[in-house]
């Protein structure tokens, strides 16, 4: 069920006139808690079996495996052997989960090409849709207790909501239990300002989803496909289409996200701050998929030391922490390679002596910065995109090839799109209420310029 699907809108029509009845209906608050949380619960369950069935039995399995994990934390605190013990197998036994089904194939795969086996004599694992999301929270939630951050939820399904939470199930962000327990437990009031919020965000979500992103990636599709004949101009336009495109298609899948989370009386943390608006790769990675850096800072680079070691482990730290960030997103070396790129980039400012000179190169070129920083990040979307390695570089020698041009007859529409858009993230970047103004203007749009078949969010993959 997408997001940007009917289903979806009639799917959540019946579910927020449902949970906010329960508010008019019910004689205290204690039944409204449990009770919407209960629907909200039945509802993810529904939501995720519409994508398969037969996977909702393993995450109903991580759900108890984590309650459970996070109960016996709790009850055995004291034992500081046993409690590390307990932490050190529910993160083993959370990994493992996804270990196997997102990583089995590509290990199989290595092994049999190493030793020149039959490939199709291993059996093929399915990957679940959202599994490397649910999976984080629920290592989160028992770190978290062993290091009394919180207390363990004592209803299942509370937990279970934590876990999965339909909007955010199945490309986050990822949530921790410090901010989203305590307002699953608690007694929200209905507000109009919240409905008024979360709908502005939504349609601001599907503009860049339905009318930006799945416009870009027409270009984007072409221009990625080796098989297509692309002058270097062209293809150098395909690349930036694709960081437009990839962009537009996560964070607008998180607006909407957020927006539906207000729905519910609920705030998530953001995920996006403009990332494209940044002037070096250090600040990028403050303001894009927020979520998953800050996991890392806070579940691996600051357990390993963090800042506070010598130059050469901190750039281990942060090595590990890129290449496992690219690992995550994908069972493939050219996500690795994707990682390296920008830890690459990212090394100068680690070391005090370079991080200084840096500095000061950067305030001379000034807003060349912005320029800079698009163009690293964006060569390195090429091997995020690329199904492999050689096809990453095919298509970068391409840039400076002169070769045959193409004609593509909706580029100028498309590069239409880009401009609209690029107008609405700037005014938005310049003052947030901008928002407010111009759903008017988005929703026109939306009907005019949206691309009609249902394309699925990228992230869905991951």
């Known amino acids: 069920m997408l997001f940007n699907s009917l289903n979806f809108f009639y799917f959540l029509i019946i579910v927020f006139a449902i949970y906010w009845l329960l508010y008019y209906l019910l004689d205290n608050e204690k039944n409204i808690i449990y009770t919407q949380n209960f629907l909200i619960l039945f509802s993810s369950f529904y939501f995720y079996s519409c994508w398969s069935f037969k996977f909702l039995f393993l995450l109903i399995f991580v759900i108890i495996f984590g309650f459970f994990s996070g109960s016996l934390l709790k009850k055995y605190e004291q034992n500081n052997s046993l409690s590390k013990n307990i932490l050190r197998l529910s993160v083993f036994i959370h990994l493992l989960v996804l270990f196997i089904f997102k990583y089995y194939n590509f290990f199989v795969s290595e092994f049999a090409s190493a030793f020149n086996l039959n490939i199709n004599s291993f059996y093929k694992i399915l990957l679940p849709i959202g599994i490397s999301f649910y999976i984080f929270h629920g290592v989160s939630y028992v770190v978290d207790i062993y290091n009394k951050k919180i207390l363990p939820t004592r209803n299942i399904i509370f937990y279970g909501n934590f876990i999965s939470y339909f909007p955010l199930l199945v490309s986050g962000p990822i949530e921790r239990a410090t901010n989203l327990l305590p307002q699953l437990s608690s007694f929200k009031f209905f507000s109009y300002k919240n409905i008024k919020d979360g709908v502005t965000l939504m349609i601001w979500g599907f503009f860049k989803k339905i009318v930006v992103a799945d416009n870009m990636s027409n270009f984007a599709d072409f221009t990625f496909n080796l098989e297509n004949d692309v002058s270097g101009l062209f293809t150098a336009l395909g690349i930036l289409f694709f960081s437009i495109q990839i962009y537009c298609d996560f964070s607008g899948y998180t607006d909407i996200a957020i ?12 995920n996006f701050n403009f990332p494209y608006f940044s002037k070096n790769i250090k600040e990028f990675w403050t303001k894009w998929h927020i979520s998953l850096t800050s996991f890392f800072r806070d579940y691996l680079y600051i357990p390993l030391g963090g800042s506070r070691v010598n130059n050469y482990k901190r750039v281990r730290n942060v090595f590990l922490v890129f290449i496992i960030s690219g690992f995550w997103h994908g069972a493939s070396w050219t996500f690795i390679v994707w990682g390296l790129i920008h830890f690459i980039f990212y090394i100068p400012y680690l070391i005090t002596r370079f991080k200084n000179t840096i500095v000061e190169f950067e305030k001379k070129i000034g807003v060349i910065n912005y320029l800079l920083t ?11 995109r690329s199904s492999t390695f050689s096809d990453a570089i095919n298509l970068l020698e391409r840039v400076f090839e002169d070769s045959i041009c193409f004609g593509y007859d909706f580029l100028i529409y498309d590069i239409l799109v880009l401009i609209i858009f690029i107008f609405f993230e700037y005014k938005v970047y310049r003052n947030k209420n901008f928002l407010v103004y111009a759903v008017p203007f988005l929703l026109v749009l939306i009907a005019f310029m949206r691309v009609t078949s249902s394309n699925t969010f990228i992230y869905f993959q991951f």
């Open 259 to 270: 927006g539906v989370s207000k729905l519910f009386g609920i705030k998530l943390i953001d």
């Open 374 to 384: 698009f163009i690293i990040v964006s060569f390195g979307w090429v091997f995020f």
